[in-house]
């Protein structure tokens, strides 16, 4: 049995949003009720899985993701690579912070979450758009990751945002 090619080549699309379903359904379901009345405690659990955005240093390894048939240049591989590891060590700096109750530790999380974001917005965007040319081009490694990893990540800074701007007083309280 074969597949329609249009469905092929929108599979990555179907799994990210799938992704983006469960991750939102696992923090509202699991993650929420366990840290809603600790606006550090919040942060710092939704800021860990960031700790592993060094794994976008892959796009330095063609081998492991082989996304150059796509027409990205090494330079910009390099700027997605370099953009997700300042954002790891972003987020490990805001962590650390928080956890430590260092004076701004709020605005480092801001500024991890901006920079963050910012990286998605160049980078991400732009791998989903061109997979769909080629949806097998980023070899399996690179599919976990946009499609598990990178949906994950994206939830993660929606509700870090969430959280920065609530008003509510329970998700506001320290420990």
Known sequence: ???????????????????????TTIYFVFVRPAVAHDRDLHLKVLIAPHLFRYLGLITFFPVLFPVQSLGFSPEYLAQIGLGDAISGVLALIALIALDVRMPGAVLLVWIFNIVGMADFANAGLSMMGKLSADPSSVGPLGW??????????????????????????ASAKPA
């Open 1 to 23: 049995m074969t597949l329609d090619p249009l469905i092929v080549s929108n599979l990555h699309v179907v799994s990210a949003a799938l992704a983006i379903i469960s991750w």
């Open 144 to 169: 976990v990751l946009l499609t598990l990893y990178l949906p994950m990540l994206t939830v993660s800074h929606f509700v870090i945002f969430w959280v920065l701007l609530s008003r509510d007083s």
